[in-house]
């Protein structure tokens, strides 16, 4: 399982920006896609899920803000991040998950700041 995530950067408080992970060695459409994020001093939490039947789930702290997407004909999974707050500052990563298989990305750094 090879994934890749591109997206991360600087954004201004009440800003956008949008996490894409890139998949391949994998039928990414029987996968399970998140993302998590570790932010300085605190341990890895789940940020959101989607399905391979587009069933989502979100983390009460991203509700009504993030939305996670994903395109099985380009192998991407996508993380849309509105209204962001210096509390999202953290290095974001991709996770997929079939059938006792895991892969991790590399992470991406996304800080917002004023």
């Known amino acids: 399982v090879q994934l890749v995530e591109s997206g991360g950067g600087l954004v201004q408080p009440g800003g956008s920006l949008r996490l894409s992970c890139a998949a391949s060695g994998i039928i990414f459409s029987v996968y399970t896609m998140g993302w998590y994020r570790r932010a300085p001093g605190k341990q890895r939490e789940l940020v959101a899920t989607?399905?391979?039947?587009?069933?989502?789930d979100l983390a009460t702290s991203v509700k009504g803000r993030f939305t996670i997407s994903r395109d099985n004909a380009k192998n991407t999974v996508y993380l849309q991040m509105n209204s962001l707050k210096p509390e999202d500052t953290a290095v974001y990563y991709c996770h997929a998950e079939f059938a006792g298989r895991i892969g991790w990305g590399q992470g991406t750094q996304v800080t917002v700041s004023s």
């Open positions: 989607i399905t391979s039947v587009s069933n989502t």
